[in-house]
DNA sequence: AATTAAATTTAGATTTGTCTAAAAATAATT
DNA sequence: AATTATTTTTAGACAAATCTAAATTTAATT
């Protein structure tokens, strides 16, 4: 079966709405999707005919097995798309979501996983969100790679890619260790080169060997 | 203005049946979309309205400069994503079609112009068809580098890319001249060699740097 | 428990793009 | 030139997705 733009849009709303535990509702949807609360009533009885989810009047609304089968799906072709934008075409990581708002929409299943590999089959996207696979499993995000963390966010060390002496040598001259609470200010594509943040310290440059042996976790 | 999906299908489909001299018909364009003359005839009223095409009752329609403008962006996004497809993610050249009539509306003025930079500003889609630049100008084909012709499509060397003694002792070599007909049987993307079929020979490999150095025109 | 407030659904209308069937205009043929 | 055939347009209807306004259900408050 295939679904429309407009049901693709509903399906990842309703899917990004429910992570917690009750049912989202017809207000959160209008709200999610600026549109009005009548307009998602009809859509919703749509949906529910398709099988895409459990709705019961006044009772807002669940994904079924297949509508979160679905969601995962185009999840995975937005992140993947934003990962594009940025690490092939050079967009700045805080440009890309409208673009990829729109390639989600593309229907082809060989350009999903020829691009998936193309890009070395990434973990995270930009902004550090998780980029499910082929059958819709994430990585969970406890312990990303310090190059996969996204501008801006606080995060805490939480482990290094190798035990070898230089490597501890050089985190001891930087006074990083596990439990070092820190953020990125920018990130320099010429060279992957990172300027990073601690706490009470001035902000300092790290090159991208550095950054890919350490391990964080968002706090 | 921004135009939908099926607007944009209408300009492109007037734009390559009005390559002769005539008005296009509305049947040549229902036959082309695959839908009737009714739904071709209340959509020309709309599109004459939003001053893309000169149209008169009965006379066929041309398309306005406005229109014309818009098709070749139409068209230049659609070939950028062929030569993305083949050249990029490894896709057939003759599975590429369906897909680029996807992305070809993705409207980003942005993505299309990184895209163009990425692929290195290519003149022809891998079918031969030259991609218009971000003036709606097209590279006349007549004289074309051998490493973007097309595969099996014959061809006739029309030129060399230099004087060089050591390219004509090669050629000479290889008995090419100007006028030798041949066609590409083979692109290999490993190392950008092509093998490739002269009449009454058999099929050898030449280099990138050999394909490069020489032009060829359709035959 | 009754009443007010908020959320949700229904009913009916609108827009976009399409269709069928009938009418009108153009082209072809005798 | 008159008739037939073809092409094109009009008229009216339909499905998708939306809206406003009114009705209904649920939640909150006195």
């Given at each position: ?96 979501h409208e673009v990829a708002e729109e390639l989600e929409h593309i229907s082809s299943k060989k350009l999903v996983e020829k691009l998936d590999a193309f890009l070395g089959f990434p973990k995270f996207d930009p902004h550090g969100d998780p980029i499910p696979d082929s059958h819709g499993k994430m990585a969970v995000q406890q ?77």
């Open positions: 079966m295939s679904f429309s733009i407009t049901e693709e849009n509903y399906i990842k709303a309703i899917f990004h709405l429910q992570q917690g535990e009750g049912n989202v509702t017809t207000n959160e949807l209008a709200a999610e999707l600026h549109t009005k609360a009548a307009s998602v009533t009809d859509m919703l009885k749509k949906l529910k005919a398709k099988k895409l989810l459990s709705y019961e009047k006044y009772k807002g609304v669940r994904l079924s097995a297949d509508g979160k089968k679905l969601a995962l799906g185009i999840v995975r072709k937005h992140r993947l798309w934003e990962y594009f934008l940025v690490d092939t075409l050079q967009f700045g990581w805080d440009e890309v312990h990303i790679n310090l190059i996969d963390l996204p501008v801006n966010k606080m995060a805490e060390v939480s482990g290094v890619g190798s035990q070898s002496t230089e490597l501890l040598e050089l985190l001891k001259h930087k006074h990083i260790g596990i439990g070092t609470k820190l953020e990125i200010k920018k990130k320099f594509s010429f060279d992957n080169s990172i300027e990073i943040k601690i706490k009470n310290q001035n902000a300092f440059t790290i090159s991208q060997q550095l950054a890919q042996a350490l391990f964080v976790k968002l706090i």
